[in-house]
């Protein structure tokens, strides 16, 4: 498991610890997404029906951020603990957002009082090698966002920069 780190802008809070995996398969990715802290305090979405849905990221939601090597084109998945999704292609840094091809997604996730998992099974084209963000935002009750990465560039939290791809995935399977 990787650790992913808090920015530095956001303020301690009620989540000790997120850490994410990744591994490619022949058809995409599998990856877990795994928050240990005080889950009564912290913003849950319910579960609902698996579908394709915007601004998931607005309250806590998982991210993966896919960018073939060489490539400035990257594919963004956003999965939400209800279950919901999105995925999006961009040519370059924020440029020329569109919904991207996704055969399938499928996803668990548990939680208790003192954590949450959220296991996606990601059928989309991939590839092989790349530079990968598995990010993290957290909403608590009071309404603040937390923004979890595997490293952040200097400045406000931005999943987009390519500082946060930090893990970087080898040739094909």
């Known amino acids: 498991m990787?650790?992913?780190?808090?920015?530095p802008d956001c303020t301690a809070g009620p989540i000790r610890s997120i850490s994410a995996?990744?591994?490619?398969?022949?058809?995409?990715?599998e990856a877990v997404f795994r928050v240990e802290g005080d889950m009564d305090v912290i913003v849950v979405p319910e579960k609902s029906a698996p579908e394709r849905m915007d601004n998931l990221?607005?309250?806590?939601c998982f991210e993966i951020f896919w960018q073939p090597e060489g490539d400035s084109y990257y594919r963004e998945f956003n999965l939400s603990p209800s279950l919901r999704w999105a995925c999006y292609d961009f040519d370059d840094f924020r440029l020329n957002s569109r919904d991207a091809p996704v055969?399938?997604?499928?996803?668990?996730?548990?939680n208790n009082a003192r954590s949450l998992e959220l296991t996606a099974s990601i059928d989309s084209a991939?590839?092989?090698p790349a530079s990968v963000a598995l990010n993290a935002i957290i909403e608590t009750k009071e309404g603040d966002l937390q923004f979890w990465a595997l490293a952040f560039a200097d400045g406000k939290p931005e999943f987009h920069s390519?500082?946060?791809?930090?893990?970087?995935?080898?040739?094909?399977l």
């Open 2 to 7: 990787h650790q992913l780190v808090l920015h």
């Open 21 to 29: 995996q990744i591994h490619p398969t022949e058809s995409g990715c």
């Open 57 to 60: 990221w607005k309250t806590t």
């Open 103 to 110: 055969e399938r997604i499928e996803q668990t996730c548990t």
């Open 126 to 128: 991939l590839p092989l």
């Open 162 to 172: 390519e500082v946060c791809r930090a893990l970087n995935l080898a040739g094909r």
